[in-house]
């Protein structure tokens, strides 16, 4: 199914114009920096389809003549024509936000038609504008927004809480670029869960994301450890472990990282142009060296010791079976050196010198289509 990118005008293809927002003559119009440049690479290199999504309030009344919309309007598409960028189709909204009509973004009624079309893959597409709105209308659809902020204010009125939106921003930039790159390098999300008799995990994981974690295990200081993957590898991590502690914790660690290498596994499954290697990390008097390579083939060297027998309340001798079962999972080379006095600084320093390690390995060129391996397979 194909995908889409439904884009706003105003403010993203061509620049706003305050205080009135309406472009009803060519003295007023200029376009969106570098937009034709990437937006053109994005109609030739992407298989997206393009589609206008544009609120014009009052427009055919007597305060937005349609005589003063059209021409503009259409000098705006045979230049983008002129530059490869093909739309499926324009929707323009005449209604003033103050009406609240169902065919006004951020409501979905003005692509009622298109939407009846099951051929398109909605969850894979995403909204592409600078007002809150257009994040709004990307929530409603069902997919994700490519946030174009200059301005958080704009359409923020019309919107009941647009905090709560932030999880549907896949991107927030103000440049093409960066749309472009993003577009190009695709989202290495995936959702994964791996049930057993023993354990019931459920991992959320974006490797693109922003540092957000989310980590329930029942065990607090490994939730820690955790946590200090998201946040130092810079990718968002959701995990909820529900594992047979009235046993012990044996099973709830090491699911756990079998289940987290596993959801790596699948989201690195393209490799091309990412750097495949890392490497990190001291911290205060604890020296930790974490060297990883997502070469496909699993191998761990640990070399770290613990004089306590637990850390918080989780035992030390599951730290080596953790990073074991992620490496296996995700089939990939770690090797893991720690030297310190203090044994929380080293484990942390550990986990934080392999969240660097990952973010170095898993970068990615969005020019390159290169494979990091002579064999022509990873």
Partial sequence: MKRVLFIDRDGTIIREVPPTYQIDSFEKLAFYPHVLRYLSRIA?????????????????????????????????????????????????????????????????????????????????????????????????LGCKAIWLNNDAALGATEVKDGAALQEVVALETTEWQQIYEFLKLNLRTVHHERNTSET???????????????????????????????????????????????IDEHHTIEDTGIALGEAFAMALADKRGMERYGFALPMDEADARVLIDFGGRNWLVWNAEFKREKIGEMPTEMFFHFFKSFSDAARCNLNIECRGENEHHKIEAIFKAFAKAIRMAVKRDPLSNYLPSTKGVL
Avoid: C
């Avoid at 349609?66 to 530059?83: A, C, G, K, R, Y």
């Avoid at 295990?217 to 590898?233: S, W, Y």
């Fill in 44 to 140: 030739a290199e992407m298989e997206y389809e393009l589609v206008m999504v544009s609120n014009q309030d009052g427009l055919g009344t007597a305060s937005f003549p349609e005589d003063t919309f059209w021409p503009v309007q259409n000098f705006i598409m045979q230049t983008l024509e002129s530059e490869g960028i093909h739309f499926a189709s324009e929707h323009f909204d005449r209604s003033f936000a103050s009406e609240h009509l169902p065919t006004r973004k951020p409501a979905t009624g003005m692509l009622t038609s298109f939407l009846d079309n099951e051929a398109y893959d909605i969850a894979g597409s995403f909204v592409i504008g600078d007002r809150i709105t257009d994040v709004q209308l990307a929530k409603n």
């Fill in 200 to 246: 019931k995990i459920s991992v959320d994981l974006n490797i693109d994301g922003s540092g957000k974690a989310e980590i329930h295990t029942g065990l607090g200081f490994f939730d820690h450890m955790l946590d200090q993957i998201a946040r130092h590898g810079k990718m968002d991590l959701k995990i909820t472990t529900k594992g047979d502690l009235h």
